[in-house]
C-alpha cells in the first residue's frame, strides 16, 4: 500500500478545484457582473464573452480531473473491491461525476442558445426581462438552475473525495478489510 500517485492525485483534484472553484465564480461574478451592465441589451454578451474565456479552461480541468480519478481507481481497485465502504463511495463519487458532467454539458447547450440571443434585453445571464422572448427567457431559467447544481454537485465530488482520503488511513483500511474477510480471500484468489 506504500505505492505513490502524486501525478494522477495532482491532476485529480486540482481539476476538480478548478471546476468547482470555475463555476462557483461564474454564477456568482460573471452572471452577477453581467446584471449591472447599464444596457440590458448587451447583458448577455457580456456574461456569454467571461463564458467564452472560461469554457477551454474548464474543460481542460474537466479533463484533468478525469484522467486523475481514472488513474487512482485503477490504483486503488483492490482497495474498492476488498475494503468495506469503499465500494459504495466510489459509486456515489462516480454517480456524482457523471451528474456533474451531464448539467455542465447541458449548460454549454444552454450557454450555445444564449449566444445567438444576444443583443435581445434580459436582466441578467440567468434572468429574463418582461420584454424577453419566451425562448430565451426558457433557457436562461434552466441555465439558473444550472448554474448552482455544478457547484454543489462538483461539491459533493470534493465531500467523497475527502471521504476516500479518510478510508485510506491504515486504521480504516484494516478495519474495513477485517469487516469483509470473505470479500478479500477471494479478490487474492
Known sequence: MSERNTVARSLHDAGLAAWFGGSLAGAVAVNGAAADVPDPALRLKIANTGWARWTPVNAAAIGAHLIGGAAILRANRGRVATQSGVGASTVAKLV??????????????????????????????????????????????????????????????????????????????????LARPGRWLRAAA
Open 96 to 177: 456524482a461525476t457523471a451528474a456533474a458532467l451531464g448539467v455542465t454539458a447541458y449548460s454549454g447547450v444552454l450557454g450555445g442558445r444564449l449566444r445567438k440571443a444576444e443583443g435581445i434585453a434580459v436582466e441578467g445571464a440567468t434572468e429574463p426581462a418582461p420584454v424577453t422572448p419566451p425562448d430565451v427567457a426558457s433557457a436562461q431559467q434552466q441555465l439558473r438552475v444550472c448554474q448552482w447544481l455544478i457547484p454543489a454537485l462538483t461539491g459533493a465530488v470534493v465531500v467523497l473525495t475527502a471521504i476516500h482520503g479518510e478510508q485510506q488511513r491504515p486504521a480504516q483500511q484494516l478495519q474495513g478489510i
